[in-house]
């Protein structure tokens, strides 16, 4: 333990986080704190939600994070055994995309490398950014377990991954097959449709005269109107030289006479047949629609049931192909503008108006996705997704807050589609199947395992066969949904001591945006993989905890794309970690978003400095400890242990709800009111006064308490001021939580009336110009004066009253006021200012009698008295009751000063 002047030599600045964070972060290391492996304990589980290697923690994940680590450091002092695996993501597409422009700036093309080269260069890259996510965890104060650290590339966990696929394929759930998919044209694969994000836009309509001929090439016009060819609005008319068919509906009079008849589509002269189908609506548009089989799903699917050609007028990056005919090679975009000038030179287009439209954007690249008919594996999902939502359903699973994303998980799985599972890239887990020159397949874990199932189903004959493994990968959440059991190794090595011990996790933390990407499909994992067991042994976790989103001031998701995330690493510097901890979290209501703003950094900083002064001040104590002093006046510390208490048990309940940034709120509240503003006041000693052993230590004890209750939130500087109070033998994150205790109401009700009359006595004291060094006498009328029996010394010194009279009637004073039922009247030597006492009681009155008119409405509401609980009617009709004693006590006291 420091001496005194050691002490006051280290500690008389304000706090400085830097150095304690790092001698912390070395210490928990070194004492190897975090680690865990299996014994008699129970478990607490918590596996990190894996972040993209692709760069830094953005603000998203530092929350993510932050409530992650109050969870875990909350159960290790509960005594569970805790278990926090961190990790990361290979994160495909994002990752591909990022190595490919590194190469770039190193004047190096991708498509100048082999797959081994350009492999190498992606796990450069892994190896830096990955190093720095990691370095910035550590930063924040995450109490992970560093030995555990998992990466979904990692050799176990990609054979992990084949093992799934093999296993999925042979059950007939993954197939291959060609269908209409999302493409990505600048990282040029495919998406699944959870991965395209549609926007809301305004866009144009472009109507559009095609020609119509009939089967000799002559030109037909329009029996009822006269007019010549055939009108069509379409948004994006540089799909028009894919068009192979024009269909109208059968029932339609006004198309009756196209029967067997042909269009011409514009600029390219390509006659293409109408086709008549119920599935157009004559009343939208002009009722004429143009079928575009490769560009769009609906049009395919009507090509399918006509069986029309299909004509890919799109390269794979965006680009017009030959098959376009007329600006190959161009943008898709700039191709638009000059088809649009073409057609209007020449007279097609009939008119133009602006049109609402929703647009499917990439998440990963963020640029406009193309309907593609493409080759891909798919993973069946609606066998997976039954028992993945009974589990939720039946509560096996409960999401937190559930009010607000279990109707959006019951939807998503009500409704879902197969999964697009094969992406075309070379950084990820490659798909293993292997082919011969023939195009005939087989699916394996790997090379060896191929060569022997392709001879046997083959033949023996053919099992020197050149078999040539699938170029694609596989979409990165089909790794990421193994992750809680994998990081346990529970697919590539089944049944071992870890998966035995810490499966299923005991919470997932996350965020609202991957609740289809991730959360869902590892439920779907789990159960899957975990049927022989009781369902809530096959769960991979018990809670869902959904934090909220984290956005900048202008309302947008904070995130890297953007770039409008601010650098972890240089909140901590100026901040420290544990005021960024407490600045993210005292404002993130579980699933509620919020705007991020320093501001609450600021308050966390204040925050750090209350509490080291309260440190100063009470090491200051230390040297007035006199051990002859008789215990004394006894109320402060008994009310304070009772509203200690009382928050401890709160702080509890509020943790079993998931309402952790209520539960800091509560604690704040506790610590920078009850215990800085109130109960260090009223135990301080005075000037050159000793302080007795007993209030010394006790305050030395809720000294502790207060800081074991933080300790999650903020665990730098609690765990610096708990060694600075006396000296410890244990540290603060492995320090047992101290079992909540029964708070007595009496203690809890005395002090909020002497805080109540301090506050009251002080104001009046200010507004009637009466200093603080000048004495006063305090006559109380009271009908219950015991009350008072307890708080009467410390009421006395904190007004500087040194004579109080309490009586059912009281002696009237010069200054008068209102404190709960009671009546208070100060004698002082100063001339009272009676015209400020008039106007405050005037206001305490008229908000009485607003407080009286709102809980009478209430309670005259018949609903209501029948449908609440008889504990809460009760409580309103006792405020009722002490709003009008209030009242008559406010207007008797105005009275007197007419």
Not at 415 to 434: E, F, H, Y
Not at 636 to 657: D, G, I, M, Y
Not at 737 to 759: C, F, H, M, R, W
């Amino acid at each position: 333990m420091l001496t005194f002047a050691d002490f006051m030599e280290e500690f008389s600045k304000n706090y400085e986080p830097a150095s304690v964070e790092e001698k912390w972060n070395r210490h928990w290391k070194e004492k190897k704190y975090f680690k865990s492996v299996p014994d008699s304990r129970r478990p607490f589980t918590v596996v990190i939600p894996p972040p993209n290697v692709t760069g830094v923690l953005h603000m998203g994940h530092t929350l993510n994070e932050t409530v992650q680590d109050i969870l875990v450091r909350r159960a290790r002092m509960k005594g569970f055994n805790a278990c926090w695996v961190p990790g990361s993501d290979h994160a495909s597409i994002a990752t591909e995309a990022k190595v490919v422009g590194m190469l770039k700036e190193r004047g190096i093309d991708k498509n100048s490398l082999s797959r081994p080269e350009f492999l190498k260069y992606a796990y450069e890259w892994k190896e830096k950014y990955g190093g720095i996510i990691y370095s910035q965890v550590e930063k924040l104060g995450c109490s992970v377990d560093w030995d555990r650290v998992t990466f979904t590339m990692d050799d176990d966990y990609y054979k992990a991954v084949m093992k799934v696929f093999v296993d999925l394929h042979g059950k007939g759930l993954i197939y291959r097959g060609a269908r209409m998919i999302n493409w990505d044209p600048s990282a040029q694969t495919a998406l699944s449709d959870e991965e395209v994000e549609y926007k809301d836009l305004q866009g144009k309509l472009y109507y559009i005269r095609y020609s119509i001929t009939d089967e000799a090439g002559k030109e037909i016009l329009n029996p009822l109107t006269g007019e010549k060819g055939i009108v069509i609005a379409t948004q994006r008319p540089e799909t028009i030289m894919g068009d192979t068919a024009v269909c109208v509906n059968p029932n339609d009079e006004r198309y009756s006479h196209l029967k067997n008849a042909k269009a011409i589509v514009p600029l390219i002269n390509r006659s293409i047949p109408i086709i008549f189908d119920e599935y157009v609506d004559p009343a939208f548009g002009t009722g004429a629609l143009k079928v575009t089989p490769a560009h769009d799903i609906n049009d395919y699917n009507l090509g399918l049931k006509h069986n029309l050609e299909v004509v890919d007028t799109l390269n794979a990056d965006g680009t017009l192909s030959e098959a376009a005919q007329i600006y190959v090679g161009e943008d898709r975009f700039a191709a638009r503008k000059k088809i649009i000038a073409g057609l209007t030179e020449k007279g097609f287009i009939v008119k133009e108006e602006e049109y609402a439209t929703r647009l499917g954007y990439s998440q990963r690249t963020g640029v406009v996705v193309e309907p593609r008919i493409s080759t891909q594996w798919f993973l069946k999902m609606k066998p997976l997704a039954e028992p993945a939502l009974k589990a939720v359903l039946d509560g096996e699973i409960t999401i937190h807050p559930g009010d607000k994303f279990l109707a959006t998980y019951k939807y998503w799985l009500e409704n879902v589609k197969d999964w697009c599972i094969s992406r075309q890239l070379w950084w990820g887990q490659q798909i293993p199947a292997w082919y011969d020159d023939k195009g005939n397949v087989v699916v394996a874990e790997n090379e060896e395992a191929a060569k022997k199932l392709y001879a046997a189903q083959y033949g023996e004959n053919n099992s020197n066969a050149v078999l040539t493994q699938d170029e694609d990968v596989l979409d990165t959440w089909f790794s990421s949904w193994l992750w809680p059991m994998e990081v346990f190794k529970g697919i590539s090595s089944p049944g071992n001591s870890d998966i035995a011990y810490y499966y299923p996790t005991s919470v997932l933390v996350t965020g609202q945006d991957i609740i289809f990407f991730w959360v869902a499909r590892m439920i779907m994992a789990g159960l899957e993989y975990n049927k022989e067991k009781p369902i809530e042994k096959a769960i991979p976790f018990k809670d869902v905890y959904f934090t909220g989103m984290v956005r900048d001031k202008q309302g947008r998701k904070m995130s890297k794309q953007l770039g409008n995330s601010p650098d972890l690493l240089k909140l901590i510097d100026a901040y420290g970690a544990d005021a960024v901890r407490f600045g993210i979290m005292i404002s993130s209501p579980a699933g509620n978003d919020l705007l991020f703003d320093n501001a609450s950094l600021d308050q966390g900083k204040f925050f750090n400095n209350k509490l080291w002064n309260a440190l100063k001040l009470v090491k200051m104590w230390e040297k007035k400890i006199d051990a002859s002093l008789p215990v004394g006046d006894q109320f402060a510390t008994q009310w304070f242990e009772s509203r200690l208490n009382e928050v401890k048990a709160e702080v509890e309940k509020l943790f079993s709800e998931f309402r952790l940034s209520e539960a800091l709120k509560t604690i704040y509240s506790l610590i920078w009111d009850d215990f800085c503003s109130w109960y260090l006041e009223w135990v301080k000693p005075g000037f050159d006064q000793p302080i007795s052993a007993d209030v010394y230590n006790k305050t030395v004890a809720y000294f502790t308490e207060l800081l074991q209750l933080l300790h999650p939130y903020m665990p730098f500087i609690t765990e610096e001021i708990y060694h600075s109070l006396e000296e410890r033998k244990e540290d603060m994150c492995v320090k047992q939580l101290t079992p909540v205790a029964d708070s007595n109401s009496v203690y809890l009700g005395e002090g909020e009336l002497l805080k109540q009359a301090i506050t009251a006595l002080r104001d009046a004291r200010v507004k009637n110009r009466i200093k603080p060094k000048d004495e006063i006498s305090l006559h109380i009328e009271t009908g219950n004066p015991d009350k008072y029996n307890n708080i009467r010394s410390i009421l006395g010194k904190q007004v500087n009253a040194p004579v109080m009279h309490i009586a059912d009637t009281a002696e009237k004073g010069n200054i008068s006021l209102v404190i709960g039922k009671d009546k208070f009247y100060v004698h002082s030597a100063l001339p009272a200012d009676h015209a400020a006492q008039k106007e405050q009681l005037e206001k305490d009155l008229a908000y009485q009698k607003g407080f009286f008119t709102s809980i009478a409405k209430k309670l005259s509401n018949e609903r209501f008295v029948q449908n609440a609980k008889s504990e809460v009617v009760e409580l309103e009709r006792k405020k009722l009751a002490d709003a009008e004693a209030k009242i008559k006590a406010i207007e008797e006291s105005l009275a007197r000063l007419d």
